[in-house]
């Protein structure tokens, strides 16, 4: 939860903000930041449309219809200081007409709430933490217009790269500020953006850590017997299911356990005994899992959207102060004194092996709690209060520093 109170004399601010689904079924580090903001001003927030255009699925067919019935039902207010709307958008962007619609009606969607935050006075500030609503950047009344980015929104899976592309450059080249997550992407926005600050993700601490403590057990984890080698997370094409299916059959005393929603195709699951998928869990119990852990891994493929990621689920194995394992990037190797960096499947091997072998880890897991420690949400997201309200007073852009 949020400090009491802004900042001495800060004005009072509402927040147009421009995000995924509410209550989305993984929690992002956006969420955090909504939810956070929400404790320290009013809180508009606009569930809008999806990256990619939907398939004829099962599942993107029930979001469909609850997009419609959402975006015509009633606001919804999870909290006094939050207001839920959801923006419908026609998902056929290549037909004539399409275009000018879904700008025309995003603008009309917006306008009223925006005037209505206007008229309560204070600031307005419009945060977007998606690319492709980013056309309203400027054209709602805003006082500062702020972009959230957390990934190279081109290359996630399924997208239309070239648009994705043109739209969050777009975006960055309108906003105020630009928060990036890492640094890499830094460098790729100082090149279009005013202004870029890294604001990396942060981690509920006090949550995450009754991993480290004695308890009970989901019940779908009870009767795991032997070593658990633990994951949580979307499980999407980024995720190296041969790597993982490669370590299980070499050690069929080890349980692998892949928590999240599938989103691969069927056959790309691979079926072996101490391999389980036990579906998505919600974030509230993510950490009682994580109690059954010998071991988190993070086991991605090394795609371009993983190149400039800064995985929050590090955070989070931090707070539980299990063992990490984990792939090689830029973000994730700013970590090597408190995660094992492995590349192939012997380096694995041999680095999950010698996590279970270990004896008294004492001085690993006060590393790792000092470590967890500085990287609260509240610490970093004071950090983007503070360059928020400097930039609404006019004084210079010097973000403070941060750690990694």
Request: hydrophobic share 45%; proline share 7%.
């Amino acid at each position: 939860m949020p400090p009491d109170t802004p900042p001495a004399g800060a004005p009072p601010i509402t927040y147009l903000y421009f995000g995924t689904d509410w209550d989305a079924e993984n929690r992002t580090s956006a969420h955090h930041v909504a939810r956070w903001l929400a404790g320290r001003a009013q809180l508009r927030y606009f569930e809008c449309p999806g990256l990619r255009a939907p398939k004829t699925t099962g599942r993107d067919l029930r979001r469909l219809i609850a997009k419609v019935a959402g975006a015509f039902g009633r606001t919804r207010r999870p909290s006094d200081t939050v207001e839920v709307r959801t923006l419908l958008q026609l998902p056929f962007r290549r037909v004539p007409g399409v275009r000018e619609f879904n700008r025309w009606w995003l603008r009309q969607s917006v306008h009223r709430v925006a005037a209505r935050a206007r008229r309560d006075g204070g600031a307005v500030v419009a945060w977007f933490a998606v690319p492709h609503v980013g056309t309203l950047a400027g054209e709602i009344g805003e006082d500062l217009t702020v972009q959230y980015c957390v990934d190279d929104y081109s290359a996630l899976p399924d997208v239309d790269a070239t648009e994705v592309a043109a739209m969050d450059a777009a975006l960055s080249a309108r906003a105020d500020i630009v928060f990036v997550t890492s640094a890499t992407l830094l460098d790729r926005k100082r090149e279009i953006a005013k202004q870029v600050a890294v604001a990396p993700h942060g981690v509920d601490v006090d949550h995450f850590r009754n991993a480290a403590i004695a308890g009970p057990l989901p019940e779908d984890m009870r009767d795991l017997h032997g070593p658990v080698i633990g994951f949580f997370g979307l499980i999407e094409a980024w995720i190296d299911l041969d790597l993982v299916a490669e370590l299980a059959a070499r050690h069929p005393d080890w349980n692998f356990v892949m928590i999240g929603r599938v989103a691969v195709p069927a056959g790309a699951i691979p079926d072996r005994r101490n391999l389980h998928f036990p579906g998505r869990r919600s974030y509230e119990v993510l950490p009682l899992y994580g109690r059954r852990f010998d071991v988190s891994i993070i086991p991605y493929r090394m795609t371009t959207q993983v190149h400039h990621a800064n995985p929050i689920k590090l955070r989070e194995y931090l707070a539980m102060e299990k063992p990490i394992v984990a792939v090689s990037t830029p973000e994730i190797d700013k970590f090597a004194d408190v995660v094992t960096i492995a590349t192939g499947v012997d380096e694995w091997d041999v680095a999950i092996a010698a996590a279970l072998a270990q004896g008294d880890r004492t001085a690993e897991r006060a590393a790792m709690r000092a470590a967890a420690d500085l990287m609260t949400w509240d610490a970093r997201l004071l950090r983007i209060e503070t360059i928020v309200a400097d930039a609404l007073a006019g004084r210079p852009f010097t973000p403070p520093p941060v750690s990694r």
